[in-house]
Every structure is written in C-alpha cells, then in structure tokens.
C-alpha cells in the first residue's frame, strides 16, 4: 500500500521561502507523475503542480512564477518550494500521487494526511 | 481557473440515497471525461472514491455511484451508513492541462 507522508515547517514568516517534503514509502517514486495540492482555509483545494522523475514538470499557472518541484528518487521525496509567501498560501498542503486512463494523467490516487502551513510574523 | 461548484452540505438518514452536484465549465467538468470524485474522513488522507466520471477502484463500495451531464458532475451514494460521514471533493482536468477542485461538501448522516 502506497503511503505519502507531509513534513516542513508549520510556519512561515512573509516573503520567504516555504519548504515541504513528501516521502513516500510501500511503492515505487520512479515511473510516476507526483503532485502538490493545498487548500486554504475555508477555500477550495487547489493543484500546484506535478513533476516525473524523468524530469517533467508542470505548473499551476496562477503559481508558477513561484513555485518549483521536484523528486529524489535516491531518498523517496518529492519537494515544494513556495517563494515569496504572504497569508494567502496559508493552507493545507497535499501530497499526491497521479494516476493514468487510456494514458494520460487522470486522477490523484494515493494522497498523504496534509501539513498545515500558516504565514505569520 | 475557478473552482467547481459543490453545495456546502448534504444530510441523510441511514439507508437513504443522497446526491451531490459538481458543477463547472466547458473548460472542465463539460469538456473532459477525467472527473474524479474524493473522500476526506478527519484526520485520514483523501481517498479516491471514483475517477474517468464513474469508474471505481478496487476496493470502494458499489454504494459510491457517479455521472456526468454537459457542465456538471454528481456523485451518489446509496444505502447512506454512519461511516460515510465525510467531506467530499469532486475535480476535473482541464483544457489546459491542470486539474480543478470543488470547494467541497460535507456529508452529515443523521
């Protein structure tokens, strides 16, 4: 059984960098799109991007100019990097994996509990 | 990308059937058969409940039932137990590439 597991910081000061980690255990990393998925509070969730081990990525475009991904397959992880954070990123942030029909990406399969992540002096 | 459309809360007694709307856009829900449906229990993960508009993995109840009609979604769930009391998300890929969540519904069984 596929299992994700959020670590980082649960607070975040203003304008800097926010910083999470996703390790993944029961399953393989490589082969497999991986994502990131938040949800404010009392809002909506919403997809930050997905990344490949092969090295693809692709981003939210109402995120991208802020936001990098990317997956270690030596340690399991996959990683986020929020830059230049204000109180809107204070949210619920997801790890996912994604899953494929007929060949394209589809559906999010497995998904971690969620970090809750404020942005607070 | 806005969000797609969810009542807020649903409620059923035990036994009965509910039904909760997904509503979106041509963009999304309307023009794309990769609509997913998920379940979030306090403190669990979000679970996969249905995905491609009415598929379920193995393993979720036949009671999880799911269709799609022009810009809207809808889940249903038959023969309502204590243990569905959840929260659940419907998404859809876009024309774009990205994926779009609802702002989530909170199933009360009475």
């Known amino acids: 059984q596929v299992q994700l597991q959020e670590s980082g910081p649960g607070l975040v000061k203003p304008s800097e960098t926010l910083s999470l980690t996703c390790t993944v255990s029961g399953g393989s990393i490589g082969g497999y799109y991986w994502s990131w998925i938040r949800q404010p509070p009392g809002k909506a969730l919403e997809w930050i991007a997905y990344v490949h081990d092969g090295g693809s990525t692709f981003y939210n475009p109402s995120l991208k100019s802020r936001v990098t991904i990317s997956v270690d397959t030596s340690k399991r992880q996959l990683s986020l990097g929020v830059s230049s954070v204000t109180a809107a990123d204070t949210a619920v942030y997801y790890c996912?994996?994604?899953?494929?029909?007929?060949?394209?990406?589809?559906?999010?399969?497995?998904w971690g509990q969620g970090i809750l992540v404020t942005v607070s002096p | 990308q806005s969000a797609l459309t969810q009542p807020a809360s649903v409620s059923g007694s035990p036994g009965q059937s509910i039904t909760i709307s997904c509503t979106g856009t041509?963009?999304?829900?309307?023009?794309?058969?990769?609509v997913s449906w998920y379940q979030r229990q306090p403190d669990k993960a979000p679970k996969l409940i249905l995905h491609d508009v009415s598929y379920r993995p193995s393993g979720v109840s036949t009671r999880f039932s799911a269709s799609k009609s022009g810009n809207s979604a809808s889940l249903t769930i038959s023969g309502l137990r204590a243990e569905d009391e959840a929260d659940y998300y419907c998404s859809s890929k876009t024309s774009s590439g990205a994926w779009v969540f609802g702002g989530g519904t909170k199933l009360t069984v009475l």
């Open positions: 041509s963009s999304d829900v309307g023009g794309s058969n990769f």
């Open positions: 996912a994996r994604l899953g494929y029909s007929s060949g394209l990406l589809s559906f999010f399969d497995y």
